[in-house]
């Protein structure tokens, strides 16, 4: 008897194709806006920017009220927004117009004839001295009951920028900074862009890139409705923290997806943290979330990044939690086997 031998199947796991890095980020970026993404993002900024007067000023062309409103976030910076807020309700805060009204009874400090004067203040607050002794009791910039001298140099300084560089109407410098920009080798146009906005900004003093971006992405995206062109650049726009950072390190992505580096600048350099994001949140289609939001929208993506991870959010994946000489202990983190659980030490 003749005996026919059949072929062996082959095995399931070799017929399933192998992820690739992009796709496995992709995946797990999916399953993490699946868990920590906020689906009312758009609201949540829409109702800040009806409650601070913002959508009647973009409307006005009136940059009073978009620099007030910029100047009390700088103010959250180093703090919890509580303390901040609570401070603010009972000293009050710094404004267009008293700054601007200062500026007339102001006395001869060099430093504040121009933006480009002003460098080196070094007002302190609790000695109640700066770096010109001879000009301080007649200057008006200790005057205002900030919460530390930190926050009145940067009052002065955002002041100076936005009557100097901007020519008092910060609208329509935003809007021709974005009208402007051009891609190179080194960034696409989103990316160049937010470098238009982002790198004259950063000479402001006291005020950090992720605060710079977070602002004006909310800024950007709230106007929306009258200025759509912003909304482009401001749903791109993404705000690299420590948290961002070592998530992309502990899962593995930035090693795969990006050129590994330290937190800081490297984050916003090319195949940094913030190319990354951008390129992966291309993959996902947001409107799954909520179908009001862009099918591409990397802030979103972001912002679920850092509800992930942060104290105030779904509180996982942190140096709280993880002790970051080993890899992640937690085998009950709902991300499972698609996290690389990488130290990040």
């Not at 009390?72 to 009050?92: E, L, N, P």
């Not at 972001?302 to 000489?325: E, S």
Request: proline share 4%; aromatic share 10%; net charge positive.
């Amino acid at each position: 008897m003749t005996v026919t031998l059949l072929p062996y199947p082959t095995p399931l796991y070799k017929l399933v194709e192998p992820l690739s890095s992009d796709q496995r980020a992709e995946q797990l970026l999916t399953a993490t806006c699946m868990l920590a993404g906020s689906m009312s993002f758009l609201d949540e900024i829409d109702d800040e920017f009806r409650s601070n007067g913002l959508d009647r000023a973009i409307a006005t062309n009136n940059s009073a009220p978009i620099f007030d409103w910029l100047l009390t976030i700088f103010s959250y910076q180093g703090i919890s927004d509580r303390v901040a807020r609570d401070y603010a309700a009972k000293h009050g805060t710094a404004s267009w117009s008293n700054i601007q009204k200062s500026f007339g009874r102001s006395g001869t400090c060099p430093k504040l004839r121009s933006y480009w004067q002003y460098s080196e203040c070094r007002f302190d607050k609790t000695s109640q001295t700066c770096a010109e002794p001879d000009h301080f009791d007649s200057c008006s910039l200790p005057r205002l009951r900030l919460r530390n001298g930190r926050l009145n140099q940067t009052a002065y300084s955002f002041f100076l920028f936005v009557r100097d560089v901007a020519g008092g109407d910060l609208l329509g410098w935003i809007n021709h900074r974005l009208q402007t920009a051009i891609a190179g080798p080194e960034l696409d146009l989103q990316a160049a862009r937010q470098e238009a906005l982002l790198g004259p900004l950063r000479n402001v003093y006291g005020i950090s890139d992720k605060v710079l971006s977070m602002a004006l992405s909310t800024l950007l995206i709230g106007a929306r409705h009258r200025r759509p062109k912003w909304f482009e650049t401001g749903r791109s726009m993404v705000t690299i923290d420590t948290l961002a950072h070592n998530f992309l390190h502990r899962t593995g992505i930035l090693q795969e997806c990006g050129t590994p580096h330290a937190y800081g600048r490297g984050c916003y350099a090319r195949d940094g943290c913030a190319s990354i994001i951008r390129n992966i949140a291309s993959l996902i289609d947001c409107r799954r979330f909520n179908r009001a939001f862009p099918s591409d929208f990397p802030r979103f993506v972001q912002h679920a990044i850092w509800r992930y991870c942060a104290a105030d959010g779904l509180n996982v994946c942190n140096g709280n939690q993880i002790d970051d000489r080993l890899a992640c202990q937690d085998w009950y983190c709902r991300l499972g086997q698609k996290c690389r659980r990488k130290p990040l030490k």
